[in-house]
């Protein structure tokens, strides 16, 4: 009986304690994280939705089908993002592949300045940015024009295009491509049928971050393609600030599903051997 009582020791009871804060922490963090995200689940099946009441009063998808109807603008808005991200990743990565393989690779001068001039389009701030770029667009006709939108895109997307394709390439061993060479093969033959398929998950990523960057991407949409091209982030904004908030939480709906859909996909390519060369 003496030695079961001594078991509980007041320095046992204050580790036990110990999980109050934690459980705290964590689900703290679980509602920020999660408690916007059922909201925005409920407001995409509310009719009738308002204060004092902590939940919908009736349910349903009426406004789904609002959403969807010839008027809504959500199927045009829909096929002119994803149009505009397959284009941006295709763009971009026909950029990103030569510059990656040649700053991975080809002892470069100033090879880190380089890098570091892809990053332009993050430093500055996108309003500014932007507005010229539609005022230069409209003057040459690009302006509400898709591919004036993917010109834009491409800008942000060659961010993680190049950074990604160059950590890709660096990560392979130049040893393979070398001894594809020694038994004949030439250059562009050891870069197609060793280098480039190994360098693919990168290079998948990559489409994927670029995927995603396009399909969000709202202030050079706004100003370059607004009102001819519509975006699902227009019409998000679009809903948003005329309290739409139920055709505006299904258009971030329709946002966000492929965006936790690619990032699943991201993990499985993106591989720890890759990240540890971004930047080198």
Do not use: C
């Amino acid at each position: 009986m003496t030695h079961a009582t001594t078991m509980f020791t007041p320095a046992r009871a204050l580790s036990a304690l110990w999980w109050v804060p934690r459980g705290v922490i964590f689900g703290l963090m679980a509602f920020f994280i999660f408690g916007p995200l059922a909201n925005l689940l409920f407001w995409t099946v509310a009719e009738k939705w308002y204060f004092p009441h902590s939940l919908p009063l009736q349910y349903g998808f009426s406004y789904w089908a609002q959403v969807f109807a010839p008027r809504g603008g959500a199927v045009e808005s829909l096929t002119n993002s994803i149009i505009v991200a397959v284009l941006t990743v295709v763009v971009s990565l026909a950029l990103a592949i030569p510059a990656g393989y040649a700053l991975a690779r080809l002892k470069l001068p100033l090879r880190g300045l380089i890098l570091l001039a892809f990053l332009i389009p993050e430093a500055f701030p996108n309003l500014t940015v932007y507005v010229n770029v539609a005022r230069i667009f409209y003057e040459i006709r690009l302006n509400g024009t898709i591919p004036g939108v993917v010109l834009v895109h491409v800008s942000h997307g060659l961010v993680y295009a190049v950074w990604i394709a160059t950590a890709a390439f660096s990560a392979i061993d130049a040893e393979l491509e070398q001894a594809a060479r020694s038994m004949g093969a030439g250059p562009l033959r050891a870069f197609l049928d060793v280098t480039l398929p190994l360098a693919m998950p990168g290079l998948m990523a990559s489409a994927i971050f670029v995927f995603l960057e396009s399909l969000d991407e709202f202030t050079g949409s706004y100003f370059v393609g607004a009102p001819d091209v519509n975006m699902l982030p227009l019409l998000l904004y679009t809903a948003g600030a005329g309290g739409n908030y139920q055709i505006a939480s299904i258009t971030a709906l329709l946002l966000l599903i492929p965006s936790i859909v690619f990032m699943l996909v991201v993990e499985r390519f993106l591989k720890a051997d890759v990240l540890s060369r971004v930047g080198h």
